[in-house]
């Protein structure tokens, strides 16, 4: 079974700076799936950004970028220029590439983002 | 384009009480999630449906949970009869059918605390 792990349970940052946000992981697969997930305190899971295991190249959205390190199996977010509505529960995810699994999610702890004006 | 629906947003049952969630996907929408996240905790997923069928139901505690997804649409999700241990958030997700990468949408969640 895959296992997701996030060390950080909180992180802060100041307004307009940058701030890294880590995750790594257990598998035996060779392809899949990672995302990072975003939940304010309406509680409703916003994707943040997804990567494919099988793509070399980092996933980038607007202030938000991954480092995806496939062999020591990591998946690290990368927040610049911060906001305050960045502030919230960030949660890293693995997706099983059996077509089966459909969209079945295995989730970290989470970190909880604090942003400083 | 409406997004996941669920409700209640809140409830507070006593233990050995029974409590129903519902969850309303997004239209067109094949598959069908329901997590448990216990407070500080990431989701977990407890079942999965496509259409009207389950495809994994292996992390449902069966003797109390229950679940159901007639006609392939709306989902409704009941704890009976409900322990301390239940308390926490249940966040329902859909996705369409297709292409693996498909992202996951998610409702707001009910919190369930048990007394």
């Known amino acids: 079974a895959q296992t997701v792990t996030q060390s950080q349970p909180e992180m802060s940052v100041q307004e307009a700076e940058t701030v890294t946000l880590s995750c790594t992981y257990d598998t035996s697969e060779s392809d899949y799936y990672l995302f990072w997930y975003k939940q304010p305190p309406s509680r409703q899971m916003i994707l943040v950004i997804r990567?494919?295991?099988?793509?070399?190249q980092n996933a980038t959205e607007n202030r938000f970028s991954v480092n995806f390190q496939k062999a020591a199996k990591s998946f690290s977010l990368k927040i610049s220029d911060s906001q305050l509505g960045d502030a919230a529960m960030y949660f890293c995810a693995y997706r099983s590439p059996i077509h089966n699994a459909g969209n079945m999610l295995t989730f970290g702890g989470g970190t909880r983002l604090m942003v400083k004006p | 384009e409406a997004g996941v629906a669920q409700s209640p947003r809140y409830k507070i049952i006593e233990k050995r009480q029974s409590v129903a969630f519902w969850c309303n996907p997004i239209?067109?929408?094949?598959?069908l999630y329901w997590y448990q996240q216990i407070l500080g905790q990431g989701p977990k997923l407890l079942i999965q449906f496509q259409n009207n069928g389950v495809v994994d139901d292996s992390q449902l505690p069966k003797d109390r949970f229950s679940a159901e997804r007639l006609k392939g649409v709306d989902s409704t999700l009941k704890i009976q009869p409900a322990k301390l241990e239940d308390s926490a958030v249940y966040l329902c997700?859909?996705?369409?059918?297709?292409?693996?990468?498909?992202?996951?949408?998610f409702g707001q969640g009910t919190r369930l605390t048990v007394v």
């Open positions: 997700a859909s996705s369409a059918r297709g292409q693996l990468n498909t992202e996951a949408f």
């Open positions: 239209s067109g929408h094949a598959t």
């Open positions: 990567q494919e295991a099988y793509k070399q």
